[in-house]
T-cell receptor, first 113, second 116 residues
Framework: NAGVTQTPKFRVLKTGQSMTLLCAQDMNHEYMYWYRQDPGMGLRLIHYSVGEGTTAKGEVPDGYNVSRLKKQNFLLGLESAAPSQTSVYFC????????????FGPGTRLTVT | GNSVTQMEGPVTLSEEAFLTINCTYTATGYPSLFWYVQYPGEGLQLLLKATKADDKGSNKGFEATYRKETTSFHLEKGSVQVSDSAVYFCALTHNAGGTSYGKLTFGQGTILTVHP
């Protein structure tokens, strides 16, 4: 049981390049989330999904797209990376039932130059 | 909307000192409250939680009590260790369903450094 895994762990992009971050969970959780962590700002929600085939915008969605084609995977895409997207990205998941805590992946550190 | 405010950091303590990290919140209804910890280079781990007023969450010597009258969830530990050095996040969520879908609202985080 691996919990929540994220790929890749580190990435450096040039401005304008694109990439996809992969999140996978093996806990059969319905809900999945993407956050970004910036110094002094805590974690902010980018997008989330309440089930396979559904996605919704969070607090800071601009510049990102997501897809949830399979229940266990939640992909975060950057179509044209900008230096303002330099951050650490965390994926999380939780059950839709009782037990409200979210379980987090180890994070992806992205630098856009 | 929901918001969480944590005491400003960083906090620097000597080993065996008493720790308090203040956390207050603004939310409608009855949110669940959490403390997450992030050790250097790692993701967030749930430290403790409380789901209703007057509940006390505890784990690894840390405690926090859900105080609805003061909208607070302060983190305390009686004797900190060097291994407690980390970033601590206070957070809240409503249970899944309705329009919140269990989204977490985080405070800005408090860096704790414990010296031998």
């Amino acid at each position: 049981n691996a919990g929540v895994t994220q790929t890749p762990k580190f990435r450096v992009l040039k401005t304008g390049q694109s990439m996809t971050l992969l999140c996978a969970q093996d806990m059969n959780h319905e809900y999945m989330y993407w956050y970004r962590q910036d110094p002094g700002m805590g974690l902010r929600l980018i997008h989330y999904s309440v089930g396979e085939g559904t996605t919704a915008k969070g607090e800071v969605p601009d510049g990102y797209n997501v897809s949830r084609l399979k229940k266990q995977n939640f992909l975060l895409g950057l179509e044209s990376a900008a230096p303002s997207q330099t951050s650490v990205y965390f994926c999380a998941s939780r059950t839709s039932g009782q037990g409200p805590e979210q379980y987090f992946g180890p994070g992806t550190r992205l630098t856009v130059t | 909307g929901n918001s969480v405010t944590q005491m400003e950091g960083p906090v620097t303590l000597s080993e065996e000192a008493f720790l308090t990290i203040n956390c207050t919140y603004t939310a409608t209804g009855y949110p669940s409250l959490f403390w997450y910890v992030q050790y250097p280079g790692e993701g967030l781990q749930l430290l403790l939680k409380a789901t209703k007023a007057d509940d006390k969450g505890s784990n690894k010597g840390f405690e926090a009590t859900y105080r609805k009258e003061t909208t607070s969830f302060h983190l305390e530990k009686g004797s900190v260790q060097v291994s407690d050095s980390a970033v601590y996040f206070c957070a809240l969520t409503h249970n899944a369903g309705g329009t919140s879908y269990g989204k977490l609202t985080f405070g800005q985080g408090t860096i704790l450094t414990v010296h031998p």
